[in-house]
């Protein structure tokens, strides 16, 4: 009898500790258990370019939830890119929609960026930038209740809720000038990279980078040769001859020289034990120089005359109107893989470690150790054409909720002259006759043989060949070849930036790929024109059912760890 009434005692002690003590947590986790979460989306906002359309081509798929049989309660995967795909199942299949981040239409990926898998967050590019607004509350979810043994529970069946908290980050991307640059860069075969300007407010219409790579398989591309991962617009190269135009502004912003000063050219110039050849006049000879003036060395991209101007100016005098242009210093988009390039800072004489005659015919030339970015470069040329007012060139335009309400847009623009008006023009005129008869002849969109219902008109501009230490697998020099300019030459209205990783020349292989991105600018807003819809524009800014202006932006910088304060 004794041992029946400690039995006894345990069991109701147990049904007490069941049912009194611990039954509202034991009740709770069998709701848990009966319902199973399977998520329908990434649970990110979208992220837009200026007239909304989606940069990370996402999209809507139709998946089946299985919510019971044999294979167990709501037998669904989410891939990385968010999309839930089921498992096959005996029965109890359940239709629904899924969002999938990252499609086939997708641009941009390396302004994009791309997220981590395991937890959703962004890793690069604007993916990170802005993910503080990207991520939403809530996931879309599929809720499947079902008992214990994995049937549908009758009368509860499946659940669906809605994402909330959701925000949509929009840029100032056209995504027609993106593909534009990204198809002209496929067919230029090299690895490189584009940046269209508007000319008038500095907004990034598009940055292509090659070689590409698919957000939803970075894991592919890890280890890739060739660092497809590496967005190559903001990334540093040699700027070669590209540079003359911040050695001709500081000698003219200095009274060092004035447009009509000529000078000599024997072919080649002498730095200490190092003669330096001049590609622009490869007949001349001491006996019988060339002569020439500093516009039309700029156009002809003459290394004596150049060279005898940095050596005039001094180092100070060309870095420190390189860094009024912007270069060796981020560009003050918020981007967190921005490199700031590298303007040597001239510090004593070159016994004391300082720089030499030979750096400095280096500096003068866009050699050696300057550095500059695609995105930096477009910023100066940018400048150049805004009679030498400088801004920061803006890529993030608005984040807009759920709602429908603008709850974040960037700054106002801080402005600053980096030349004065009369220089501006003179290196534009340069530009224009580099294009016309100078070293740039293949900028120019009509070389292409493009049509245009209104016709082109004349492109202006820089090329540079800057040598690296790099070989090819056939022993070959690997050039940063560039073009940097802006169309129409009369009248701005986009800036052009064009860097190839090749064996080639800016003007050979640089130059053809801007003209091929003019063009497809060109027939892009007659398009528009035609059918009265925006496109291409700065001034334009289309928010699904209302057009307003999107306005000149002082981005905010970029916290330590790459998002946007």
Known sequence: MGCLLLVLTVLLGQLWRIQVTEGKTLSAGAVRQRAVATSLGPGRGDILDRNGNSLTGAHFAS???N????AGAAAARTTTAGAAAARTAAAGTTAAVA???YGPDSLAHHLVGYVRGDDNRGVSGVELAMDRFLRSDQA???????DGQGRPIPGLGVRLTPETGRNNVWLTIDAQAQAAA????VRAGAPGAAVVLDAASGQVLAMASRPDFAPDRVADYLHANGAPLVNRATSAYAP???FKLVVLAAALETGATHPSEVFECPGYVDVGDRRIPCLAHPSASPAAPAKITVVDALAQSCNTTFIKLGLRIGPEAIARQARLFGLGQTTGTGLPEEAAGNIPAPAGAASDGGISRGDIANMAIGQGDVMVTPLQVARMIAAITQRGVISEPSVF??????????VWRPGEPVLARAVTPATALVLREGMTRATKTGTSRAAQPAALGLSSARGLKAAAGKSGTAETPGKTAAGEPINNAWFAGYYPGDHPRWVIVVVLETTGTGGGQAAPVFAEIAGALVSAAEAASESS???VRASQYVNGRKTGNLPLSNHPKSRPDGTVM
Request: charged share 20%; aromatic share 2%; glycine share 10%.
């Open 240 to 242: 070669g001859s590209v």
């Open 140 to 146: 879309p979810q599929a809720l499947a209740f079902i």
């Open 99 to 101: 969002k999938v981040r």
């Open 182 to 185: 990204e198809k002209a860069l």
């Open 63 to 65: 998946v089946s939830l």
């Open 397 to 406: 335009g608005k984040v807009v909720n759920q709602d429908d309400i603008t």
């Open 67 to 70: 919510v019971g049989g044999a």
């Open 533 to 535: 819809t925006p496109c």
